[in-house]
């Protein structure tokens, strides 16, 4: 699906929005968590750099417009970087 930028906020969703869908989504669950022991999700899934791009995906799409994600990038390392588009 493609979105337009809104011509009068030059904005394809509100930032001050997309912020706090962040917050929730991924920053409240899992910023200085043991991702293991503490976030449900991992407790059947090993907590790989793949998976957790998976997680944060999932956990987006609950909350963003219809549509509106196209991908999830996490970096491990410089070298190591998971792109996932919900194949």
């Keep these: 699906m493609y979105f337009q930028v809104n011509p009068k906020t030059g904005m394809v969703i509100n930032l001050t929005d997309l912020k706090q869908h962040l917050q929730d989504a991924i920053m409240k669950p899992l910023d200085h968590k043991n991702l293991d022991k503490d976030v449900p999700y991992f407790a059947n899934v090993v907590s790989t750099t793949e998976n957790i791009a998976v997680y944060i995906w999932d956990r987006l799409l609950q909350c963003l417009p219809v549509g509106l994600l196209y ?7 410089d070298k190591n970087i998971v792109v996932y588009r919900g194949e």
């Design 71 to 77: 991908e999830v990038k996490v970096h491990e390392t």
